[in-house]
């Protein structure tokens, strides 16, 4: 499995899947065209973007590309590196028919074709998974931040003093933290936000 430090944006949950069996990364799925609505994935993507750069990879059908092109008219700052996949024809083996285009989408693709894509956009990270010491269910846990009383509300509060959007669960909180802090610098900040907070 490949490390790639910045998070990647895909249409839907199966290509999610698709890539979480070959590289390690933060994966947020857009929904299909829910993008245009959905405020608090938008600020996630945006946040993402200015923080640790964003890997655009969508289905190279017109709808893919049309929500490429809304999602870099939302981010204003920050690195964006977009991924194309070939135009391939075929089905998904989990759909009954053919795409309106009648194209692969990104969960079509093979590991191999996938590969060759990120790495003609250069966005290979030089180190490989096994992240040193990242912050685990348990330090949230021993921060009051999940699993006990009020702790959805202590993470929301600290989630909103982070910048990251409000509505987000305690694994994706985990995900979008690892994802931007090292241990240390993630435990110090909660614990000085939280001390502030009582």
């Given at each position: 499995m490949i490390k790639i430090d910045k998070a990647i944006i895909v249409e839907g949950k199966y290509d999610k899947?698709?890539?979480?069996?070959?590289?390690?990364?933060?994966?947020?799925?857009?929904?299909?065209?829910?993008?245009?609505?959905?405020?608090?994935?938008?600020?996630?993507?945006?946040?993402?973007?200015?923080?640790?750069?964003?890997?655009?990879?969508?289905?190279?059908?017109?709808?893919g590309l049309q929500i490429r092109?809304?999602?870099?008219?939302?981010?204003?700052?920050?690195?964006?590196?977009?991924?194309?996949?070939?135009?391939?024809?075929?089905?998904?083996?989990?759909k009954r028919a053919f795409s309106k285009q009648g194209l692969l989408g990104v969960e079509g693709m093979t590991k191999e074709i996938l590969l060759e894509a990120f790495e003609r956009a250069g966005v290979f990270a030089e180190e490989r998974v096994g992240k040193t010491d990242p912050v685990t269910k348990a330090d949230l846990l021993d921060l009051g931040l999940c699993g006990g009383e009020n702790s959805a509300v202590k993470r929301r509060m600290l989630q909103k003093k982070l910048g990251f959007p409000s509505g987000l669960s305690a694994n994706m909180f985990l995900e979008a933290v690892n994802a931007m802090y090292s241990r240390e610098e993630f435990l110090h900040k909660s614990q000085n936000i939280l001390g502030e907070l009582k």
């Open positions: 899947i698709t890539l979480s069996n070959l590289v390690e990364a933060v994966i947020i799925p857009t929904n299909g065209f829910s993008v245009y609505k959905d405020r608090e994935t938008a600020e996630l993507i945006k946040l993402f973007a200015k923080k640790t750069g964003i890997i655009i990879l969508t289905d190279s059908d017109s709808a092109s809304r999602l870099r008219s939302i981010i204003n700052e920050g690195e964006v590196i977009n991924v194309f996949i070939p135009e391939i024809r075929g089905k998904e083996k989990r």
